[in-house]
């Protein structure tokens, strides 16, 4: 089964930080990779952060580099998004993902994907 759960957004000032989860079944965690990505009204989706779950490998948008941390529990078939130092321009809605591959991953090219949950920071 392919299963992805969002949740921690909410919303928060700038300069405040987040954690959000994403719960998967163990099939869908062992894929290869997971990522999390985003989606403001008017904007094509964006890849945020990725993470090649067998090698513990991350990757980053070039905006959240420094500021987000992506990272894994195995155990538990989680992936998280540690967001700190969070700006206006981070609202969105933000999607967890799963893929056997990382093509095109910035562009949110991403096989199966969670319902979402949604960051609002304001100035």
């Known amino acids: 089964q392919v299963q992805l759960v969002e949740s921690g957004g909410g919303s928060v000032q700038a300069g405040g930080s987040l954690r959000l989860s994403c719960a998967a079944s163990?099939?869908?965690?062992?894929?290869?990779?997971m990522g999390w990505f985003r989606q403001a009204p008017g904007k094509e989706r964006e890849g945020v952060a990725i993470?090649?779950?067998?090698?513990?490998?991350?990757n980053y948008a070039d905006s959240v580099r420094g500021r987000f941390t992506i990272s894994q529990d195995n155990a538990k078939n989680t992936v998280y998004l540690q967001m700190n130092s969070l700006k206006p321009d981070d609202t969105a809605m933000y999607y967890c993902?799963?893929?056997?591959?990382?093509?095109?991953?910035?562009?949110?090219?991403?096989?199966?994907w969670g319902q979402g949950t949604q960051v609002t920071v304001s100035s």
């Open positions: 993902a799963a893929d056997e591959h990382a093509t095109g991953w910035r562009k949110g090219g991403f096989a199966y």
């Open positions: 163990r099939y869908t965690f062992t894929t290869g990779y």
């Open positions: 993470i090649y779950i067998s090698h513990d490998s991350t």
